[in-house]
């Protein structure tokens, strides 16, 4: 949410509590547990639905500036969310810890371009 102090210094602070975590169940457990967070980008859900979506079910001016910042041209999918989590939580990333990990569409991306 931009221009929230708040929502930014939760982002911030689960990202270093990942960082964290991964460090001290590291030392702790020496790859036994490893701490990834999945950071997903703008997700069409009911939670923000009356933010996005207006009454005639047209994009609100905050959809579209989402998605004119995403190379996507579009919100995410929930199932989009599944591969990553998969990956996360298989061996094939065995040696990935204290990582967030970005589904967006590049919006994090598009943003400092």
Do not use: C
């Not at 989402?66 to 998969?86: D, K, M, N, S, V």
């Not at 040696?95 to 598009?110: I, P, Q, R």
Request: hydrophobic residues 40%.
């Amino acid at each position: 949410l931009t221009r929230v102090m708040g929502y930014t210094l939760a982002k911030t602070a689960i990202e270093g509590y990942t960082r964290w975590m991964a460090t001290e169940l590291g030392l702790r457990y020496g790859g036994g547990i490893r701490m990834n967070a999945l950071a997903p980008g703008v997700f069409l859900t009911e939670q923000n639905r009356d933010l996005l979506v207006a009454a005639d079910g047209s994009p609100t001016e905050r959809a579209r500036k989402f998605i004119a910042h995403t190379p996507f041209q579009r919100f995410g999918e929930p199932e989009e969310l599944t591969g990553t989590l998969i990956y996360l939580l298989s061996n094939a990333s065995r040696f990935v810890n204290g990582e967030t990990v970005l589904v967006d569409g590049g919006f994090n991306a598009f943003s400092g371009v």
